[in-house]
């Protein structure tokens, strides 16, 4: 037997890299421009500790593209590289310089915003330019370095004249690529990726209109002047403490996050947390019955303050998907193409508190202005109630607030229910029966009349109400919810009998058989009621398990 080492020589590794290591071609821009960026973090974290001797100013990040040459370049102010450096970090594939960096500077710097930590981002601009050149000086030394290599592990090394701080990245995108020289495809992706990445980034200039003069004659033509196109906001409010925040800017930043939603949120919920995990956050219940973006605007996922992706599916539980806004946390786990995430146990902590801080939230505004909160319960049923089936640990929670409103608009918690029913509606063995219509129109005139007996009937028309009844009675004890047109209404027991009919019983009998002869006896039973009785002389119910065993066939199972 003999072992051995196996060796990966970087020749044969370089071409998977460049081929399958990301399966989006576009998101090179994002992994040049986070490297900028922390390129700039990193010189401020050196200046705030007092080790670069440097004057930080107001650094940007600039992207530029030259048509003619075919080139993109990505130039930032940041820490710049030595010749030595470009060797070890660049040359060294898989080896990362901000990984090195956080190790270094771990007391200090586990709060400096700094992205990288695979080593391998800076190798994308491979999948779009067959060459790529850096020209870069490093904030301690004279001589800028040159490095130019064409997409194989050749490359060349050489002193450079720039003469000003950091680094120029310069793409020469290749013939299959020359969407990534287009400025509406550029501006997409800055959009998308970057729009609220620290460190400003300046695509072009654009045109700004000036106020006018006080003394400016009337009919004077509005004066332009050409200003930097920021195309990012480096504070978006999430990065804020809740204390800093108004209402509104809340609502601006919703859209600044959606600019295409005009429905404004019904409220937030800003999630800040640093132990166990580090999560920042900003969530928004939006109006869900008038929501026209609802597949587009979703809950977008940062990871300092760089955009990752908007499936949070596995991070956010299910039921809180409906929601907007965004997370940020460098804390989930993801592989190194970032777009899919691995199931483990950070995730679950965090799905966990995000259902803890909504459920804490909805109890607060419940608490603080219940008739709000009730005039809100439409929008946001569906999604309590969805939680509820799905999450034991918010159904728990959600008794405190969730609502059951009754065919007359009246708001009950579950307790306040069973309080006002206790003594009317309960059948002989003490069980409490709680009447439900699904749908106010189909069963006016049951409703009419249990509500003459002087029953509360609630109005539970969403399209979860069946599966939620099911598991209400399943965890509370000695409850039934019976449906206002069925057969079990009889079995309550009733504060008094006042329903003398007009007709004989003679009559009545014959009035029933009747009619029987018209509706299947075997599925419906007939009763006849006071027949003064405005809402319904004449009552036809199904019985519950019938009409229940019918549901759970067309639903698919249930609950
Ligand atoms: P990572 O960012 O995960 O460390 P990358 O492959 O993106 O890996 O970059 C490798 C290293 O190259 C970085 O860690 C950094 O040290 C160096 N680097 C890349 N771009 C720049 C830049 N614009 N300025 C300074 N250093 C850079
Ligand atoms: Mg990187």
Redesign the pocket.
């Known amino acids: 037997m003999s072992t051995g080492k196996i060796n990966v020589s970087v020749e044969n590794i370089f071409p998977l890299i460049k081929k399958f290591l990301y399966s989006d071609h576009e998101i090179f821009l994002r992994?040049l421009i986070?490297?900028?960026t922390?390129?700039t973090l990193k010189l401020k974290h050196l200046t705030n500790i007092g080790e670069a001797d440097v004057t930080y100013g107001n650094p940007q990040i600039e992207v530029k593209v030259n048509k003619e040459n075919n080139t993109l370049h990505i130039i930032?102010q940041?820490?710049?590289?030595s010749k030595e450096e470009v060797e070890k970090?660049?040359n060294q594939v898989a080896f990362?310089?901000?990984?090195e960096f956080l190790e270094k500077y771990k007391d200090t710097a586990k709060d400096s915003g700094i992205i990288?930590?695979?080593?391998?981002?800076?190798?994308s601009a491979f999948m779009v330019a067959d060459k790529v050149e850096i020209i870069?000086k490093s904030y301690k030394e004279e001589t800028a370095a040159h490095w130019i290599c064409e997409g194989t592990t050749d490359f060349s090394l050489t002193d450079a004249d720039k003469t000003d701080r950091g680094?120029e990245?310069i793409l020469h995108i290749n013939e299959e690529n020359k969407e990534f020289l287009e400025e509406h495809r550029l501006t997409e992706l800055l959009v998308k990726y970057n729009k609220f990445m620290p460190v400003p980034i300046k695509f072009g200039t654009k045109e700004k209109t000036l106020p006018k003069a006080e003394d400016a004659p009337e009919d004077e033509a509005p004066k332009t002047v050409s200003v930097d196109n920021i195309i990012n906001n480096p504070t978006p409010a999430w990065t804020k403490q809740p204390n800093d925040l108004e209402e509104e800017d809340y609502k601006n930043f919703y859209r600044e996050l959606y600019p295409m939603q005009f429905e404004e949120p019904l409220f937030h919920i800003h999630l800040n947390v640093d132990y166990p995990f580090n999560l920042t956050g900003i969530l928004y219940f939006p109006k869900l019955s008038n929501d026209m973006n609802m597949q587009k605007d979703k809950i977008q996922l940062y990871q300092n303050q760089v955009f990752v992706t908007d499936n949070v599916e596995g991070i956010v539980p299910e039921f809180l998907t409906m929601l907007k806004g965004v997370i940020d946390s460098p804390d989930i786990p993801l592989n190194v193409s970032r777009s899919y995430l691995q199931a483990d146990g950070a995730v679950k902590k965090i799905s966990s508190y995000i259902t803890r801080k909504v459920a804490d939230k909805l109890k607060s505004l419940f608490n603080n202005n219940r008739e709000d909160f009730e005039q809100k319960w439409n929008d946001i049923k569906v999604v309590i109630e969805y939680g509820m089936l799905t999450e034991d640990k918010f159904f728990d929670k959600a008794q405190k607030f969730a609502l059951y409103p009754t065919v007359d608009n009246t708001y009950h918690t579950f307790e306040e229910l069973e309080e006002k029913i206790k003594e009317n509606q309960t059948d002989k063995d003490g069980k409490l029966i709680i009447l439900y219509a699904a749908n106010q129109e189909q069963q006016h005139s049951y409703i009419e009349t249990a509500k003459g007996k002087g029953y509360e009937v609630l109005l539970l028309d969403s399209p979860i109400a069946a599966h939620l009844i099911q598991k209400l009675e399943t965890s509370k004890e000695n409850i039934s919810f019976v449906r206002v047109d069925s057969d079990h209404i009889d079995n309550l027991i009733k504060k008094e009998e006042n329903t003398t009919s007009k007709l004989s019983e003679e009559e009545q009998e014959k009035l029933k058989t009747e009619i029987e002869t018209v509706v299947p006896k075997e599925k419906y039973s007939v009763q006849l009621e006071a027949l003064d009785s405005d809402a319904a002389p004449l009552i036809i119910t199904q019985p519950e398990f019938m009409r229940r065993m019918k549901e759970m066939q067309q639903t698919g199972g249930g609950g």
């Not at 940041?78 to 590289?81: L, V």
Request: glycine share 22%; hydrophobic share 35%; aromatic share 14%.
């Open positions: 992994e986070s490297n900028a922390d390129a930032d940041g820490i710049g590289m970090y660049i990362s310089g901000a990984e990288g930590h695979f080593g391998l981002g800076f190798y870069t680094t990245i």
